[in-house]
């Protein structure tokens, strides 16, 4: 809530003498918010001060000053009105002018009035030096009370017109007194006999500039022999007088020096926080040693000031040049290797940690007495041999040498202390990292595969690629398994974690997977294995993994996921995700299912699996990097796997920077297409091979475009797949074939073939071979030349 103090003019006499001045003179009243001054309210105006902002009466009494001179807020008039208010103390001000709603060069006399002020403006340009009037006076006496110091100058011209001097006309009491004179004595005196050092001190030349052209001036004089410093305010009246107000200003210009020396001071620590800051982000972002010499180089070097650096390690009992900058051969011969007890003053700063600073030639000379071992000092007059430690561990020695002599100031020396101390944190860093990645990159090719198993028909190629930012092992790894007879494992897998450990886990997992797979287990069995194996053996982690079976001669393939991303598959035009049955990771849950699921590889085709470093992270949806990923194989120059992969590798997939490990596997189909079609896999001699048998057929059904015939095909697999397993003992070897029809066949180890019988009315035994008498065809069973039996049935095509 804005609240209006008191301030509206209410004493006749004072407005009488306030309508008589020939300057303007405005009354105004604080309006308050919440008890602080917000704004202004005008209360008066005489009729010179309407003239004097060209406006009306009616237009300003009762409006805020904010709305009549907005430029007042910005130019420190309004403030000025509040500081008056409020401490009861006049001000003076001069401003300048040029605007829509005032225009002129005003001097503002502002004194407080009831809970507001008054003001009296002045137009510098047309002031009168002679009272006119009763009013005038008071308004005179007025002067004395207010400015710190008023004169008012003629000038005297010679017969030329020049200006030559000037005739005091008007001086207020504080202006004399500041003179150190009376009034009486300085009225009506010239300039010359009253102020005879105007001429030395250039203020005539600036009153006789400013009654020639009318510019005012305002200029600071300072008086070091007295300590004290003044501002002079000049202008010029209409009549050609000059009009000179003046007040010392020794605080305020003290006040202004020391504030500068704060500043400067507050710069150079700002600057050495900089140079630090600047060095610091060059030396974090370093991982090796070179990266670290090269921060030192182009940051630490400029930043210290430096013309030549270089950089000397511990080596058992020598220090060895590792970098320089700046040096001449001769210099760099001689410190390539030194011995700790030579009396160049990096040794001893290697020795005993603490830094030395030599800031003249002779001090360096004098360091080193012996011409015939001393190291040249080059170009160089001032140095600085600051330790490189690290919690007590002295690395070596930092050497800044100058071109010029040099006094090393304390803040200068925290600096260079301060630098050389980050660098040697970056170089012990560095120095374990380079070690860390020598071993890691060794346990991560101990591993992988050396190199992966050629196979006629099939071309691959693999990457993988360690996360950039850290040292440690990952868990990713990729596996390409001959088995015989055109069939080739494939797998990717990822164990969770980044450590030796986790490393150590992949090398179990992969070689289990690989034993199992070289068993000839099927997919699902294999995992299953895997699985089982992980948790016996208690390793606490778990493991997602894609494995495949690749059927080269069949042209399909059965794969298996366990809590793993599905294969990208690439035919013609098209890439797809493929839409594969999924498991949970390894090493969760030992009744954990993993199920299959089969499709067609066609001739030319590529394969691709990958982790999920590839695609996702934290900040990037894995939607968005298998979209990525789908795009930039589409794009593929070729169907050449190193080729894909380098493409892939080039492309905007996934996030940038990474921040997982990548494996990725590229595989190229290059087996024609058998004709006719057929598949054929091996079941264990188990209740759960049936199931697993319905999936494989079906899957085929749908590849071959063959899905009419799924529900009849299926029931009949599951009767003839569930009698060789009841019956027999080992494996059953379920075949699919399509020709003019479709043709199903099941082995097994039994020489027994299917008797058909009655089927009881009270059991569900005996009905299979009545139901494929009626849905087939045509059926029949047969021996084999090893031994065992081959039942089938054929299902004519539905066209």
């Known amino acids: 809530m804005v609240t209006a103090g008191a301030g509206t003019p ?32 005008l209360t008066y105006i005489n009729d010179a001060g309407c003239r004097l902002v060209g406006r009306s009466r009616v237009d300003l009494v009762g409006r805020r000053y904010r709305e009549l001179w907005p430029e007042t807020v910005h130019d420190g008039t309004l403030p ?7 401490t009861r103390r006049p001000a003076t001000r001069t401003v300048y002018y040029d605007r829509a709603t005032v225009a002129g060069h005003f001097e503002f006399w502002i004194g407080p009035y009831g809970d507001g002020f008054g003001v009296r403006f002045v137009d510098l340009s047309k002031v009168t030096v002679a009272p006119q009037s009763a009013g005038g006076t008071r ?35 504080l202006g004399a007194k500041l003179a150190g004179r009376t009034v009486e004595d300085i009225i009506g005196q010239l300039l010359s006999d009253v102020v005879p050092q105007s001429w030395t001190d250039g203020m005539f030349e600036r009153y006789r500039t400013v009654a020639g052209n009318g510019e005012p001036c305002r200029v600071e004089l300072n008086y070091p022999a007295i300590g004290q410093a003044w501002e002079v305010n000049i202008g010029r009246a209409s009549s050609g007088v000059v009009a000179v107000s003046f007040r010392e200003v020794t605080e305020e210009v003290d006040r202004k020096q020391q504030l500068t020396r704060s500043v400067a001071l507050a710069e150079q620590a700002a600057a050495r926080a900089r140079t630090l800051q600047e060095v610091t982000n060059a030396l974090v972002a370093a991982s090796t040693a070179a990266e670290v010499y090269a921060a030192i180089g182009s940051v630490l070097r400029p930043s210290a000031g430096g013309q030549g650096l270089a950089l000397l390690l511990l080596n058992d009992t020598h220090l060895r040049l590792q970098y320089h900058a700046g040096y001449e051969p001769d210099v760099v011969e001689q410190l390539r290797r030194l011995a700790l007890d030579h009396p160049y003053p990096a040794t001893a700063v290697s020795r005993t940690g603490q830094p030395r600073y030599l800031t003249s030639v002779a001090e360096f000379d004098a360091a080193q007495p012996d011409p015939a071992v001393a190291v040249p000092r080059g170009g160089r007059q001032a140095w600085a041999f600051l330790p490189l430690a690290v919690a007590g561990e002295v690395l070596g020695t930092l050497v800044v040498g100058y071109s010029e002599p040099r006094t090393f100031e304390a803040e200068e020396r925290d600096t260079l202390t301060a630098l050389a101390g980050l660098s040697a944190q970056a170089l012990q860093r560095a120095l374990l990292f380079e070690a860390r990645t020598s071993m890691a990159a060794a346990l991560q090719r101990a591993l992988l595969p050396a190199e992966l198993p050629q196979t ?76 089982q194996l992980m948790l016996d053996l208690h390793l606490d982690t778990i493991a997602t993994c894609c494995y495949l079976e690749l059927h080269l001669t069949e042209a399909t393939v059965t794969a298996v996921l366990a809590g793993h991303l599905p294969p ?11 839409d594969l049955r999924r498991g949970i990771p390894l090493g969760v849950a030992r009744s954990a299912v993993y199920p299959e699921t089969t499709f067609v590889l066609p001739p030319g085709a590529n394969l691709v699996l990958y982790t999920d470093g590839l695609v996702e992270d934290h900040r990037h949806p894995i939607d968005q990097g298998l979209e990525e990923l789908c795009e930039a194989l589409r794009g593929a120059p070729s169907r050449n796997p190193d080729e894909i992969l380098d493409h892939v590798l080039g492309s905007a997939v996934g996030p940038q920077p990474r921040s997982d490990d990548v494996a990725v596997l590229c595989l190229t189909n290059d087996a024609p297409a058998p004709f006719p079609p057929y598949a054929r896999r091996r079941f264990r001699g188990e209740a759960i091979s049936a199931s697993a048998a319905r999936r494989f057929a079906a899957d085929l059904l749908v590849a071959w475009g063959q899905q009419p015939l799924a529900g009849d095909a299926l029931l009949l697999l599951d009767e003839v797949v569930t009698n060789a397993i009841q019956h027999t003992v080992g494996d059953v070897l379920v075949e699919l074939r399509l020709e003019r029809d479709l043709i199903v066949a099941v082995s097994d180890s039994s020489d027994r073939a299917p008797q058909p019988r009655p089927p009881d009315a009270e059991s569900e035994n005996g009905r ?5 008498d009626h849905l087939a065809s045509d059926w029949g069973a047969e021996p084999l030349p090893g031994g065992g039996k081959r039942v089938w049935f054929r299902l004519p095509l539905i066209t």
């Open 10 to 41: 209410s004493d006749p006499e004072l407005l009488a003498l306030l309508d008589s001045d020939p300057q303007g003179w405005v009354l105004a009243r604080a309006l308050r918010e919440d008890g602080r001054i917000v704004d202004f309210e």
């Open 80 to 86: 000025l009105y509040c500081t008056v208010v409020e």
């Open 139 to 173: 308004l005179y006496d007025m002067l004395d009370a207010a400015f710190d110091g008023f004169t008012l100058l003629r000038p005297v011209r010679d017969g030329n017109g020049e200006i030559v001097d000037f005739v005091c006309e008007y001086v207020n009491q």
């Open 456 to 531: 006629p028909g099939l071309r691959h190629a693999a990457r993988y690629l360690p996360w950039s930012h850290g040292v440690d092992v990952g868990g990713d790894w990729y596996d390409v398994i001959a088995l015989g007879n055109g069939v080739v494992g494939v797998v990717i897998g990822d164990i969770a974690g980044h450590s030796a450990a986790a490393a150590a886990t992949m090398g179990q997992v992969r070689n289990a997977l690989r034993a199992y797979a070289t068993e000839r287990h099927t997919p699902a069995g294999v995992l299953h294995h895997v699985n």
């Open 568 to 578: 990208m598959l690439r035919t013609g035009d098209r890439t797809d995700i493929l």
């Open 768 to 772: 299979g071979l009545h139901i494929i």
